[in-house]
């Protein structure tokens, strides 16, 4: 079974397309994260949600919006899309359970090429 | 702004040689974890280091943790074209903060 899942793999699309990412995970975890990487395979976060409700959020455009439907599912709508949002991006979730650290675990990506 | 340093950025190494790659920060953290991320998948998490100090073997892999908890090492004994790969590591300070990656070594086994 796949732990978390992302959908579509690969996002081909023209400059100025809306787009959405989806991400699933079925561990039974509180807390989903998007992350973006870039061609240096630099990973920063994007979002963090807890229970559906939006944690963290890293200085991102406002053209990315992120939605919770439920804890299992953290889908990312991108309005206008610019070359710049080429990237890998990963879906991962944790646990919270107030240890010193949790585990995260990802996603297979989807690779947005924006032409 | 925490930052993690990842040396080298690239090493490519003949099978079954040594290596050691490292990550460093001027900022403290409560644990630090590797990963490891093939082409085309997501990363992957080897282990956590929590105490400083501390010392953690995985087969071939040692992961050390600095005592001072800024820094860690990663070594391997004896490299395999398998564990060719992109490694992370990541530091957590704790409460409601993010991780923080560091931007990977790249390693290739050649056979």
Not at chain 1, 79 to 100: H, K, M, P, R, W
Not at chain 2, 34 to 57: A, F, I, M, S
Request: charged share 20%; hydrophobic share 35%.
């Amino acid at each position: 079974d796949t732990a978390v899942s992302q959908t579509p793999k690969y996002l081909v699309t023209q400059m100025g397309n809306d787009k959405s990412i989806k991400c699933e995970q079925n561990l039974g975890h509180d807390t989903m994260y998007w992350y973006k990487q870039d061609s240096k395979k630099f990973l920063k976060i994007m979002f963090s949600y807890n229970n559906k409700e939006l944690i963290i959020n890293e200085t991102v455009p406002n053209r990315f919006s992120p939605k919770s439907p439920d804890k299992a599912h953290l889908n990312l709508h991108i309005n206008s899309l610019e070359l710049g949002d080429s990237a890998v991006y990963f879906c991962a979730s944790s646990q919270v359970t107030g240890a010193l650290f949790e585990t995260q675990y990802f996603g297979p990506g989807t690779r947005l090429l924006v032409l | 702004t925490q930052l993690l340093e990842q040396s080298p950025q690239f090493l490519s190494i003949q099978e079954g040689e040594n290596l050691t790659v490292y990550c460093n920060s001027s900022s403290v953290f409560s644990s630090l974890q590797w990963y490891r991320q093939e082409p085309g998948e997501g990363p992957v998490l080897l282990v956590t280091v929590v105490t400083g100090g501390e010392v953690k073997k995985l087969k071939r892999l040692t992961f050390q943790f600095g005592d001072a908890r800024k820094d860690s090492s990663l070594h391997i004994t004896a490299a395999q074209p398998g564990d060719t790969g992109l490694y992370l590591c990541a530091g957590d300070s704790a409460g409601n903060t993010p991780l923080v990656f560091g931007k990977g070594t790249r390693l290739s086994v050649i056979a």
